[in-house]
């Protein structure tokens, strides 16, 4: 019984990881978005609005996975789609930087994406046992 508790506090921790990740990165990419183009060497769209749009999209989904944080239980299905989103964003974005070396560095989002993908499913599986 410890255990588990023990995984639901992981759990919950890697949710509010992921949702500060994605609330800061989509807060820098309206306000500021030289500076993750900068980290990332990755250039800015040519028509503003698409880096707008996803920051949106970015926003929803960390306030998504702050719901899910504080109720893992009633938000099951929003962690599976956290798991499955962060696997496909891994995959996109490191295909794009293997297909594009000019794009390298996606490989550090890629690697972000993964790292939260498995760890939300590890602990998540864990709990549900």
Partial sequence: MIRRF?????LRAVLVLGALYDLGFSLLMLWAPGIPSRWLEVPLPAEP???ELTAIFLLMLGFLYA???REPRRYSAVIVVAIA???LGALVLGGAAWSRPELGGLWTVAALDLVLAVATA????????
């Fill in 85 to 87: 989103g962060r696997l």
């Fill in 6 to 10: 023990l995984y639901l506090r992981l």
């Fill in 49 to 51: 609005f698409w880096l």
């Fill in 67 to 69: 719901a899910a944080a």
């Fill in 122 to 129: 590890w602990f998540w599986r864990a709990w549900r046992r």
